[in-house]
């Protein structure tokens, strides 16, 4: 009895050497990418302003498409493979290189200063990873301890920029492999998180948030079978982004060999659009146009040039990500889906961005917190179950290749395959 | 390519058709235990009503513990399980016998009527677990499925009670293996507890919900090193109270043989208690505890007393479930431990129910849902702090024996273990 006991104080104490040392690393992870990443928000910020005053700017898109692909070049990156090198660096444990990070930080800069149509969060989550990465190794990390490190940076990563800590650390421990939770990074990725966010906030970034217009009070089953049908919308809305991006990405390979001219074109037709269209409102990451479509505003045919020309534009050698692209296309659909399906055209649009960013990365926890974070938990059950069908009906699609799926998406089944 | 193409449209039908059931057997369930579930919560509160009323009732609890030992052996149940055999149901398909629900049901409703200290949500899942999974033999579900329909039972059962729609379907999903999300229920389940929900709204029964008073606006750090102090002795009170239970439930087992002199001991050792202590604190659920805890106000010692009777109540073969005491217990802590640390003691209650939810059923998401879903969005940032200390700390223990861990809490590696 009395050894048994003994025993169980030890190991007790050994969890707790464990957690204090997760402490320690969450806060030092936290508080190096925190001020990277809110350096490369600041940054970001700095270049859309300057796009929008000089929008003469976007002449030099192509040009700065060259800058780009001669730093990774400079730096000896022949093949980039995006967010994915991070996802295989927590699966399998893949040292990421710490000269990914200077290399996402200032070419995500340039796409965004030139007017190419990117996100930033894949950027903060690559910043964070390959930072964390880094610092893993300088202090000795064993394999597995790695692994935990780099889902604290890109927990880290990714509050600094939106200020959505719970997002970021589910995000993270949900993204890559879907149906598993890395529950062993709980702790530190959050500590990671709270810290990134909390600097950011000190220094005056307000976290991203938005007031959605015509909540529904109470659970009505009419209202449910409209975010049903808006659900469906939004998988479909998934599956064709999904799609556009991997066509649009092996078509630029198969007919543009050279990565510089490949890179040159992509700039020239994101501009050609641009002019054509005569508007700017695809450049860039698109927050105002977010923001717009959360107030009730869009235009029907956004979300569907918001996919073409980030595909253009990522598919060429731009950098940044996916995701705020992908709340682009989301709200702006939900916000014009709404009122034909007698949902206010502003909640429509909320639930519209949460559940396209649940098809595309398949990650409906991630999803639902998404939704708290942005918006508030009013109306919350009605998200959870737009996310729910929109993940459901997305099939095995995604923005991550290296993502796995490890369940069945309809039946309780190991299934263990990527996504296409 | 058209090959293609036309494979692809022919596998959306697929999941589409699948879907489409899906949606009609959530409503099924969610309408059916809904009800069942409602009838439930309703005549708990008409028996809560009379104790209440007649204190003297009490002195039949021994009695009653006669009457629901007798029940069971009635209905040929020699060995109980409580909720653990519905989490085998969804592992590993053993067939849950329809008989379960209405021996859950009624022995429940003995045991608050008489005044055991035992919650209600063991017996909301049981309940909807076996009524749902009587529903997927009739309609002829196949192995995988009836596994999926249990799951929609146990979120329908949970939230016909709780009015906390999104934690029953996490809970569902997270409660069996734990760091395994069963998404393939995600759908079903949302709409099964959507429409329970819906329907206990729709008959006047409002949802669980609280005020928290002291949430803090933004982040602090010196609030966060608090907090994580509070998680640490949440985690500590969790292992306490599956600790005690455990011994106490092994000691009554092995001093006394026979069940129907084990549960008249058990139901004399409460009321001896109850009139020893010179207060009705401790009988039944508790809410009214709950509720003041939150508001402010809970007594240094009513955690310990909690953990110690339901012990002694649900180890001598009353029913009911572990998770309202659990709320108590974490409630009544919170409350007394936050001005030690600086916390505001209703918003420190708040987060001392979530965490100690979260360190006895191993569920961090849930947990969190929870405390967004009673408390609201303000400071879940915090609270997931808490609760992820609570589940790093609290060791591989648990309320439910055939839980299942499948991965380390402090590596990134498959231990799949049984919480002791």
């Not at 780099?150 to 890559?176: H, K, N, Q, R």
């Not at 980030?310 to 692209?325: D, M, N, R, S, W």
């Amino acid at each position: 009895m009395w050894e048994k006991t003994k025993a169980h104080i030890m190991s007790c104490e050994r969890v707790f050497t464990i957690f204090l040392k997760w402490v320690l690393i969450g806060c030092l992870v936290g508080g190096i990418v925190g001020v990277i990443g809110i350096t490369f928000h600041w940054l970001l910020e700095v270049a859309t302003t300057f796009r929008m005053e000089h929008p003469k700017i976007l002449w030099c898109l192509p040009f700065g498409g060259l800058a780009i692909i001669g730093l990774y070049h400079l730096l000896g990156i022949r093949k980039d493979r995006g967010t994915n090198f991070i996802l295989v660096a927590v699966r399998q444990n893949e040292a990421v290189s710490l000269k990914m990070a200077p290399l996402i930080f200032f070419s995500t800069i340039i796409t965004h200063l030139f007017g190419g149509s990117a996100g930033r969060e894949g950027a903060a989550l690559q910043l964070g990873g390959s930072i964390a990465s880094f610092l893993g190794r300088i202090i000795h990390l064993n394999e597995k301890d790695k692994r935990i490190i780099t889902m604290c940076g890109m927990a880290a990563g990714f509050s600094s920029l939106f200020g959505t800590p719970l997002t970021a650390v589910i995000f993270s421990m949900e993204v890559i492999s879907v149906g598993i939770m890395h529950y062993s990074a709980i702790v530190p990725a959050t500590i990671a998180a709270f810290i990134a966010s909390a600097l950011a906030q000190k220094l005056g970034f307000l976290p991203v948030a938005y007031t959605l217009l015509g909540v529904p009070e109470g659970l009505k089953l009419k209202l449910a079978l409209s975010v049903g049908i808006l659900g469906i919308c939004c998988a479909l809305a998934s599956m064709l982004f999904c799609i556009v991006m991997d066509k649009t990405s092996h078509a630029y390979r198969r007919y543009i060999e050279n990565p510089y001219i490949r890179v040159f074109v992509g700039g020239a037709l994101m501009l050609g659009f641009t002019l054509l269209l005569g508007t700017r409102d695809y450049n860039g990451a698109g927050m105002d146009i977010i923001q717009k479509a959360i107030g009730g505003e869009a235009r029907p045919e956004a979300f569907f040039l918001k996919i073409l020309l980030t595909a253009i534009t990522l598919g060429a050698g731009y950098k940044g990500g996916e995701i705020v692209p992908t709340f682009f296309i989301g709200a702006t659909l939900g916000c014009v889906l709404g009122p034909l399906l007698g949902i206010s055209p502003s909640f429509a649009a909320g639930m519209g961005l949460t559940a396209v960013f649940c098809g595309v990365t398949n990650c409906p926890i991630a999803s639902v917190f998404l939704c708290i974070e942005l918006f508030g938990a009013k109306g919350i059950v009605y998200c959870a179950l737009c996310c729910g069908i929109s993940y459901m009906l997305s099939g095995y699609y995604g923005l991550y290749s290296e993502q796995k799926i490890m369940y069945s998406k309809v039946k309780p089944e190991f299934i263990d395959r990527n996504v296409a």
